[in-house]
């Protein structure tokens, strides 16, 4: 499909603006105002309107095609929420108004959602407090990390190092690396973080673990328990990353279970969408020790009822955000706890894990299923066994994609070769699922006998397999059409 | 249970074939002394009741004031065509492209965002989006202190002083140093700029407009950062880059902006868009996702996530950045915002904020004691007041005005000062209101 | 290239000696594990190359990996036709798809034999 600058011809415009009536540009010198006009795309209303209906039709998306894409929670989203977050009640609000004095009365309705919201997280979570200022995962991540190194600058306490097990998301080594500590890696047993790894590379130096649990592997961490004694036990910070907490709302309190902060991504466990690769967004709670460092401003509510911004956090890490994190995303968060409820949360989570259950015993008699046991909300298999014949894990995901659905996520956790990662989520019907495993089945079948036609899928999508390659080598990053 | 489709006979068939008798089985890894109470939660509500209710907590929000704030964040009209496109579930329910054959639609998108990006701020190269205008700014610090292996940053004071702040946070647990040099007049102090240069400077960063809306031309501070080795980077407000001299005409190796205003409402702080264009020799220091044009088997044009050794999933602690999720569905706004405006519309509107704001800025200078502090300036000027900034915003307010930001916030004795600013939607009718009633609050 | 003469470092660089010189690349075994390389970072002439420190990057699609020096001394030449041509390297690791060369400051130390490489590569394939 040609891209919106081949559409372009000079001269044509979509909206049309009022002309200005002044002469602007005498206000501002000529040598400070640009030369030529930017090169942006010039098409009348409906070919902008064709155009992006076009490309929109060239994806996937869950509301179009099953999605399990592990550790990324693609449950449905619920179109109430759009509806809420898109009143002007909302959207029209500028973020300064509550900064003004006397302006504190007019965003009340605003200050209650990010209140209440934190609330309803804390309560969930078994945290002491909430900013809900981190824009999405990878932020709430460097936020509880910056907090680990506020709490142990504060204590005085002399600490260089993070470890982060082998089967933790990427963001985390990042996160951590990027706060400025060392990152110690540990090797998994069996799939989960062996307590006795953990011990010998233990000191006085590490300022904490960044954990997730249940796992990348989709297991609850059988060794949790010690896991948090010996942690705490050299004043080291346990964090919890929340990608996976859909597994566990209303049955474990990872507060309750001693970790220290915890980061959870709204656009996964609590139905926001993804956009096409975000806004997400990533609020951090975190147990008492930690609540004075958190970021500034924080929500307050006076006993009249009335909430108000503070700033009085002397022990604060700062400021992370411009403002109060993503509010179009947390309000959509909101309204869709408010929907479910006590009893909704929890059978969100009961059925997330009875459908990766499900399609995990239906899978694995077809593709090896390494951790044979029951698995949480997620689980991985590996296609090793065809890979020995020519079929890698890329290629069956492929294959999928010709099939309607959209491929789990593939070669991670790095531990497992040829991994598959397989997310269902509880909004998928027994009939998707058991399409979805036929399709499978489908493909794995002709493995033997026809292996080309996997490894030439997909072949009924807009493009075929792209040449990664020559992208990165070429670099064409930017059209040069109609320059 | 809402947006559960199982019925009771089918889990007891996906039960039984797990091979357990019940759901509670499948929580057995959960020590028993771990298991949550029930959650004290409020019971669920319908749907009807879920909008009722926050029909009533949006109406608690003042929604028919008649507001002068900017301070970077913008009230710029929407077309109609912008949120009619962006709420298609095609875009907004899929995630980041992993599998590029099945999100052309999503990766041609962030290509021609990527390029609009570009040409709007005169550079080779931008990427698919960061968190904010404030996060992008850390982000190019990071990219011009990993480039230059050096780790002095020197900043100008009329930078948005939200943005350092944040700056400030983020750089605490890193061995940066960061120079501020203080504001002359509501400018950029380019002699003092000049001076604060030196060979262990990584970059410089200055704002245009700056905060204050002052405008200015950064070429010659840039020639010199060139010649020592420093990284320059400018902060820029996108729909002023429409008629502004381009970050890459001065010389610019990288340029941020909040993307808030091309196309997406000011909604209580976010979600926004963090811009990010760079030039050819930083790319590779470039953190977040970049889109780029290859083709497939037989030859035919796609769009494919590329230069990704740079990031966490693959290099982990050595990545350019954590970032993962990103801003996509704000960008794909931008980018139809654009779209639907051209060039001219831009302009356009770019123009329109500036006539307003020079008719506010005319009709303020003649009430007694009221002086506009910077020239010259776009769509938003500082106005020195015969008293306190604050205590004629809250007269205002009685009135259902906010004239705008009091800069005591942020400045030293500037409690006087008062920011105002406008866009085509501020109307001539309500610029004379707001000048009379300021006229009376002195 | 008569790659049994060649010197090896865990890392999988190779190294050869031509008298107080000597010439660097990454061995044919190390660029199949990466893939098809799409860049190569390497050091400038004149800098200290370090023995066992980090020195250059390369990439593939899916991979990145540091060149760590398997010798110290000085750098005096850098291979650039890699910066338009990564796929030297995966075409002729031990040829045209060279790195670096360095001026030797001391006589290299630990490295591996081709034997002994041949060794921990077949290891490392398990």
């Given at each position: 499909?040609?891209?919106?600058?081949?559409?372009?011809?000079?001269?044509?415009?979509?909206?049309?603006?009022?002309?200005?009536?002044?002469?602007?540009?005498?206000?501002?010198?000529?040598?400070?105002?640009?030369?030529?006009?930017?090169?942006?795309?010039?098409?009348?209303?409906?070919?902008?309107?064709?155009?992006?209906?076009?490309?929109?039709?060239?994806?996937?998306?869950?509301?179009?095609?099953?999605?399990?894409?592990?550790?990324?929670?693609?449950?449905?989203?619920?179109?109430?929420?759009?509806?809420?977050?898109?009143?002007?009640?909302?959207?029209?609000?500028h973020p300064l108004?509550?900064q003004l004095?006397?302006?504190?009365?007019?965003?009340?309705?605003?200050?209650?959602?990010?209140?209440?919201?934190?609330?309803?997280?804390?309560?969930?979570?078994?945290?002491?407090?909430?900013?809900?200022q981190?824009?999405?995962?990878?932020?709430?991540?460097?936020?509880?990390?910056?907090?680990?190194?506020?709490?142990?600058?504060?204590?005085?306490?002399?600490?260089?190092?993070?470890?982060?097990?082998?089967?933790?998301?990427?963001?985390?080594?990042?996160?951590?690396?990027?706060?400025?500590?060392?990152?110690?890696?540990?090797?998994?047993?069996?799939?989960?973080?062996?307590?006795?790894?953990?011990?010998?590379?233990?000191?006085?130096?590490?300022?904490?673990?960044?954990?997730?649990?249940?796992?990348?592997?989709?297991?609850?961490?059988?060794?949790?328990?010690?896991?948090?004694?010996?942690?705490?036990?050299?004043?080291?910070?346990?964090?919890?990353?929340?990608?996976?907490?859909?597994?566990?709302?209303?049955?474990?309190?990872?507060?309750?279970?001693?970790?220290?902060?915890?980061?959870?991504?709204?656009?996964?466990?609590?139905?926001?969408?993804?956009?096409?690769?975000?806004?997400?967004?990533?609020?951090?709670?975190?147990?008492?020790?930690?609540?004075?460092?958190?970021?500034?401003s924080?929500?307050?509510?006076?006993?009249?009822?009335?909430?108000?911004?503070?700033?009085?956090?002397?022990?604060?890490?700062g400021y992370i955000a411009p403002f109060y994190?993503?509010?179009?995303?947390?309000?959509?968060?909101?309204?869709?706890?408010?929907?479910?409820?006590?009893?909704?949360?929890?059978?969100?989570?009961?059925?997330?894990?009875?459908?990766?259950?499900?399609?995990?015993?239906?899978?694995?008699?077809?593709?090896?299923?390494?951790?044979?046991?029951?698995?949480?909300?997620?689980?991985?298999?590996?296609?090793?066994?065809?890979?020995?014949?020519?079929?890698?894990?890329?290629?069956?995901?492929?294959?999928?994609?010709?099939?309607?659905?959209?491929?789990?996520?593939?070669?991670?956790?790095?531990?497992?070769?040829?991994?598959?990662?397989?997310?269902?989520?509880?909004?998928?019907?027994?009939?998707?699922?058991?399409?979805?495993?036929?399709?499978?089945?489908?493909?794995?079948?002709?493995?033997?006998?026809?292996?080309?036609?996997?490894?030439?899928?997909?072949?009924?999508?807009?493009?075929?397999?792209?040449?990664?390659?020559?992208?990165?080598?070429?670099?064409?990053?930017?059209?040069?059409?109609?320059? | 249970?809402?947006?559960?489709?199982?019925?009771?006979?089918?889990?007891?068939?996906?039960?039984?074939?797990?091979?357990?008798?019940?759901?509670?089985?499948?929580?057995?890894?959960?020590?028993?002394?771990?298991?949550?109470?029930?959650?004290?939660?409020?019971?669920?509500?319908?749907?009807?009741?879920?909008?009722?209710?926050?029909?009533?907590?949006?109406?608690?929000?003042?929604?028919?004031?008649?507001?002068?704030l900017g301070a970077g964040f913008y009230d710029?009209?929407?077309?109609?065509?912008?949120?009619?496109?962006?709420?298609?579930?095609?875009?907004?329910?899929?995630?980041?492209?992993?599998?590029?054959?099945?999100?052309?639609?999503?990766?041609?998108?962030?290509?021609?965002?990527?390029?609009?990006?570009?040409?709007?701020?005169?550079?080779?190269?931008?990427?698919?989006?960061l968190y904010d205008g404030g996060t992008a700014l850390y982000e190019a610090i990071?990219?011009?202190?990993?480039?230059?292996?050096?780790?002095?940053i020197v900043i100008s004071e009329s930078l948005n002083p939200i943005y350092r702040v944040m700056l400030d946070s983020y750089t605490?647990?890193?061995?940066?140093?960061l120079?501020t040099v203080p504001h002359?007049?509501c400018h950029t102090d380019?002699?003092?700029m000049?001076?604060?240069?030196?060979?262990?400077?990584?970059a410089v960063i200055v704002q245009n407009p700056n905060f204050f809306g002052t405008i200015q031309?950064f070429?010659?501070?840039?020639?010199?950062?060139?010649?020592?080795?420093?990284?320059?980077i400018i902060s820029t407000y996108p729909i002023m880059q429409?008629?502004l001299?381009?970050p890459?005409?001065?010389?610019a190796?990288i340029a941020v902006a909040e993307g808030q205003s091309l196309?997406l409402?000011l909604?209580?702080g976010g979600?926004y868009l963090g811009i990010m264009?760079?030039?050819?020799?930083?790319?590779?220091?470039?953190?977040?996702?970049?889109?780029?044009?290859?083709?497939?088997?037989?030859?035919?044009?796609?769009?494919?996530?590329?230069?990704?050794?740079?990031?966490?999933?693959?290099?982990?602690?050595?990545?350019?950045?954590?970032?993962?999720?990103?801003?996509?569905?704000?960008?794909?706004?931008?980018?139809?915002?654009?779209?639907?405006?051209?060039?001219?519309?831009?302009?356009?509107?770019?123009?329109?904020?500036?006539?307003?704001?020079?008719?506010?800025?005319?009709?303020?200078?003649?009430?007694?004691?009221?002086?506009?502090i910077n020239?010259?300036f776009g769509n938003e000027f500082t106005?020195?007041?015969?008293?306190?900034?604050?205590?004629?915003?809250?007269?205002?307010?009685?009135?259902?005005?906010?004239?705008g930001f009091p800069l005591g916030r942020y400045y030293e004795?500037m409690?006087?000062h008062l920011l105002v600013a406008?866009?085509?939607?501020?109307?001539?009718?309500?610029?004379?209101?707001?000048?009379?009633?300021?006229?009376?609050?002195? | 290239?008569?790659?049994?003469?060649?010197?090896?470092?865990?890392?999988?660089?190779?190294?050869?000696?031509?008298?107080?010189?000597?010439?660097?690349?990454?061995?044919?075994?190390?660029?199949?594990?990466?893939?098809?390389?799409?860049?190569?970072?390497?050091?400038?002439?004149?800098?200290?190359?370090?023995?066992?420190?980090?020195?250059?990057?390369?990439?593939?699609?899916?991979?990145?990996?540091?060149?760590?020096?398997?010798?110290?001394?000085?750098?005096?030449?850098?291979?650039?036709?890699?910066?338009?041509?990564?796929?030297?390297?995966?075409?002729?690791?031990?040829?045209?798809?060279?790195?670096?060369?360095?001026?030797?400051?001391?006589?290299?130390?630990?490295?591996?034999?081709?034997?002994?490489?041949?060794?921990?590569?077949?290891?490392?394939?398990?």
């Amino acid at each position: 499909m040609k891209t919106i600058f081949q559409d372009s011809a000079k001269g044509r415009a979509g909206v049309w603006p009022k002309e200005p009536r002044g002469n602007t540009e005498a206000d501002i010198p000529a040598h400070l105002l640009r030369s030529d006009p930017p090169r942006l795309p010039e098409l009348s209303e409906i070919d902008v309107v064709r155009h992006f209906t076009r490309l929109s039709r060239l994806n996937y998306s869950v509301d179009s095609n099953f999605y399990p894409l592990g550790s990324c929670t693609m449950k449905y989203n619920p179109k109430f929420t759009e509806a809420v977050a898109a009143q002007p009640g909302f959207t029209s609000v500028h973020p300064l108004i509550p900064q003004l004095k006397g302006a504190g009365n007019m965003t009340q309705g605003a200050l209650e959602v990010l209140y209440e919201t934190e609330q309803l997280l804390g309560e969930i979570t078994g945290m002491s407090a909430f900013t809900l200022q981190p824009m999405a995962g990878a932020h709430g991540e460097l936020t509880g990390v910056m907090l680990m190194a506020a709490y142990h600058n504060d204590k005085g306490n002399k600490k260089t190092k993070i470890i982060v097990p082998d089967s933790a998301h990427g963001t985390n080594p990042a996160s951590a690396a990027i706060a400025g500590y060392d990152v110690v890696s540990i090797a998994s047993k069996d799939g989960m973080i062996d307590p006795d790894e953990l011990e010998k590379v233990l000191d006085d130096e590490v300022a904490g673990l960044m954990m997730t649990c249940p796992n990348t592997l989709g297991l609850f961490e059988c060794g949790l328990e010690r896991i948090v004694k010996l942690i705490h036990g050299v004043d080291g910070l346990l964090y919890y990353d929340g990608a996976n907490l859909n597994a566990i709302m209303g049955k474990m309190r990872v507060g309750d279970v001693g970790f220290d902060i915890v980061h959870l991504n709204l656009h996964k466990t609590f139905a926001t969408p993804h956009g096409g690769g975000g806004p997400g967004s990533g609020p951090v709670g975190v147990s008492q020790r930690l609540v004075d460092y958190l970021p500034i401003s924080r929500v307050v509510k006076l006993e009249d009822g009335q909430y108000f911004l503070d700033y009085d956090y002397p022990k604060s890490i700062g400021y992370i955000a411009p403002f109060y994190g993503n509010f179009g995303v947390i309000l959509k968060a909101y309204a869709y706890i408010l929907r479910l409820g006590r009893e909704g949360i929890v059978r969100a989570s009961e059925n997330a894990v009875l459908a990766a259950n499900y399609l995990r015993k239906r899978i694995e008699k077809h593709l090896e299923v390494p951790y044979d046991r029951i698995c949480m909300h997620e689980f991985v298999a590996s296609a090793a066994r065809q890979a020995e014949k020519g079929v890698r894990a890329l290629d069956i995901a492929k294959a999928l994609l010709d099939k309607g659905h959209y491929a789990p996520t593939i070669y991670f956790p790095l531990i497992v070769k040829e991994c598959l990662m397989f997310e269902p989520t509880e909004t998928e019907s027994k009939e998707t699922l058991d399409g979805f495993v036929d399709d499978l089945i489908e493909i794995l079948g002709r493995v033997e006998s026809d292996a080309a036609s996997i490894q030439n899928a997909p072949v009924t999508m807009p493009v075929q397999r792209l040449d990664e390659v020559r992208a990165a080598r070429n670099m064409e990053l930017v059209d040069d059409a109609g320059l | 249970m809402p947006f559960i489709p199982h019925t009771p006979d089918e889990q007891r068939e996906m039960l039984a074939t797990i091979g357990v008798d019940s759901i509670e089985a499948l929580f057995e890894d959960i020590p028993k002394k771990f298991r949550a109470a029930e959650l004290n939660l409020p019971e669920g509500l319908s749907e009807m009741e879920v909008r009722q209710k926050l029909e009533k907590t949006a109406a608690k929000n003042h929604t028919d004031l008649t507001s002068f704030l900017g301070a970077g964040f913008y009230d710029h009209y929407i077309p109609s065509a912008v949120d009619a496109l962006c709420s298609r579930g095609e875009f907004y329910t899929a995630y980041t492209p992993y599998q590029a054959e099945a999100s052309q639609g999503m990766l041609q998108a962030i290509f021609e965002y990527q390029t609009a990006v570009a040409r709007l701020l005169d550079l080779q190269y931008a990427n698919a989006s960061l968190y904010d205008g404030g996060t992008a700014l850390y982000e190019a610090i990071m990219m011009a202190v990993r480039h230059t292996k050096r780790s002095r940053i020197v900043i100008s004071e009329s930078l948005n002083p939200i943005y350092r702040v944040m700056l400030d946070s983020y750089t605490t647990n890193l061995k940066l140093d960061l120079v501020t040099v203080p504001h002359k007049d509501c400018h950029t102090d380019m002699e003092a700029m000049l001076a604060a240069l030196n060979g262990d400077t990584a970059a410089v960063i200055v704002q245009n407009p700056n905060f204050f809306g002052t405008i200015q031309d950064f070429t010659a501070l840039f020639d010199k950062a060139r010649e020592l080795g420093i990284v320059s980077i400018i902060s820029t407000y996108p729909i002023m880059q429409a008629i502004l001299k381009t970050p890459g005409r001065m010389g610019a190796d990288i340029a941020v902006a909040e993307g808030q205003s091309l196309g997406l409402p000011l909604s209580f702080g976010g979600p926004y868009l963090g811009i990010m264009a760079c030039n050819k020799q930083l790319i590779r220091q470039m953190p977040g996702r970049i889109a780029g044009r290859t083709v497939d088997k037989t030859g035919q044009t796609g769009f494919v996530l590329t230069l990704q050794a740079r990031e966490q999933h693959i290099r982990r602690e050595k990545a350019t950045s954590n970032i993962c999720s990103n801003q996509a569905l704000c960008a794909l706004r931008a980018l139809m915002y654009m779209s639907l405006l051209g060039p001219k519309g831009l302009k356009k509107t770019a123009q329109t904020g500036i006539e307003r704001a020079h008719y506010a800025a005319n009709r303020l200078e003649r009430l007694p004691g009221v002086r506009v502090i910077n020239q010259p300036f776009g769509n938003e000027f500082t106005v020195r007041l015969p008293v306190r900034a604050y205590e004629v915003i809250d007269k205002l307010l009685d009135h259902k005005f906010v004239p705008g930001f009091p800069l005591g916030r942020y400045y030293e004795g500037m409690d006087n000062h008062l920011l105002v600013a406008c866009t085509e939607k501020t109307t001539k009718q309500c610029i004379g209101i707001m000048a009379e009633l300021i006229g009376g609050a002195l | 290239m008569n790659t049994k003469a060649l010197l090896y470092a865990k890392s999988h660089e190779w190294v050869k000696i031509e008298g107080d010189e000597a010439v660097v690349g990454i061995s044919h075994f190390a660029q199949q594990q990466l893939g098809d390389l799409t860049f190569v970072e390497l050091p400038q002439p004149g800098d200290q190359a370090v023995a066992g420190s980090e020195i250059g990057t390369v990439e593939s699609v899916k991979a990145a990996s540091e060149i760590y020096s398997p010798v110290s001394g000085e750098v005096t030449a850098v291979n650039t036709e890699l910066e338009n041509a990564p796929e030297l390297v995966n075409k002729d690791a031990f040829g045209a798809g060279w790195l670096f060369k360095v001026k030797l400051s001391a006589a290299p130390a630990g490295l591996l034999d081709a034997d002994a490489y041949a060794a921990l590569c077949a290891a490392e394939a398990h």
